[in-house]
DNA sequence: ACGTCTATATCACTTAGTGATATATCTACT
DNA sequence: AGTAGATATATCACTAAGTGATATAGACGT
């Protein structure tokens, strides 16, 4: 059983497209910032393109809210201007919730044939 | 084949939140402001709740992207107090370009394990 | 040493969403 | 007929979020 989110963190759903792609670029490691920018333009297809400025301001707003930590450089000799950060818990429960819902948008539309079906 | 979206409409990918419900609530059928706004907590589990001053805004500027139509009631005699919208042709590709971009999203996540797998 | 890419940061501005409130109509009940 | 409550649209003042531009500087290849 999943806990529940608690309303301040159900406050955020839907999320915006920024949080949504920083949270989605980390879920498969940590990243720093300019990273995670070159993911999301890869990860939306080019359908959006994140500048410096939403990035930047994203990442401060979501260490502010606990969605995301950053990470202290383990490794030895990296870029020393990199700034890490790895997903939360918090960030991880918010970010499958918003999952959930496009999941049932998508099968509702799929049901009147607006989306193709699973082929995979 | 699908005619590609212009510039202009691909600049509103990822949708709002408000667009998106509002152009998913008229896809299967023309509806008044009111009707638009019960189907989206619906449609959305509760998960999001649009309030007047959001819906109209959004209708107004939809109306004025020409994403959607307002619709002379043919009907006899209802709720003079109504405005009906459909979703135009436009609006219609715009609403498949952003589900297909949730889609991938969630077949993204569904490798990485984030969301449960189809069961219907 | 130079130019380009990488990387983070901030400013001024625009756009979109929101709580509150207003106004009017419709419907059901007494 | 009166009226209470739901339905329906609309707008205001405010807040939150995103953006283009610009700044600054380290890394890297030639």
Redesign the pocket.
Known sequence: MKPDLSDDLRSLLPL????FYVLFALMDGDK????IMQQTTAHSDRKFR?????L??????LLDLGLIEEVERGRNSE?????YYRIARTGKLLLEAELARMDSAVRLARKRKLVPGTTD
Chains 1, 2 share one sequence.
């Open positions: 915006t497209p920024a949080v720093h910032g300019y990273a994140m500048g410096p400025a939403t930047y301001t994203t990442l401060q707003r870029d020393s201007r990199r700034r």
